[in-house]
Nanobody, 122 residues
Framework: VQLQASGGGLVQAGESLKLSCVAS????????MGWYRQAPGKERELVAA???????NYVHSVEGRFTISRDNAKNMVFLQMASLEPEDTAVYYC?????????????????WGQGTQVTVSS
């Protein structure tokens, strides 16, 4: 199973970006999906998460500005980011709990995307 994230970039404060992440491989099902971020010198933190049924939660600092969504048919998760602030600058990682086919059994594990850089200038 692989996760591929895209959509990062350099924007000015107040602008928007949309991150995408697609999971591929021998996927049976995907449970929770989410976005984390890690700024220089800081620990990785959960930004937003979404269950398979669409229940979401956000870190307080992005509530009202970021929206997480997913497309179960395409094994994708998205993060729409609006009103970006310099404090949002970080490498953003997607994460998914995936059940995959392993020859004669199903295996559930958590997977990470490679990270995409988001830089917000003031």
């Amino acid at each position: 199973v692989q996760l591929q994230a895209s959509g990062g970039g350099l924007v000015q404060a107040g602008e928007s970006l949309k991150l995408s992440c697609v999971a591929s491989g021998r996927i049976f099902s995907i449970d929770n999906m989410g976005w984390y971020r890690q700024a220089p010198g800081k620990e990785r933190e959960l930004v937003a998460a979404i269950t398979r049924r669409g229940i979401t939660n956000y870190v307080h600092s992005v509530e009202g500005r970021f929206t997480i969504s997913r497309d179960n048919a395409k094994n994708m998760v998205f993060l729409q980011m609006a009103s970006l602030e310099p404090e949002d600058t970080a490498v953003y990682y997607c994460n998914a709990v995936v059940t995959s086919y392993e020859i004669t059994r199903l295996v559930t594990d958590a997977y990470w995307g490679q990270g995409t850089q988001v830089t917000v200038s003031s």
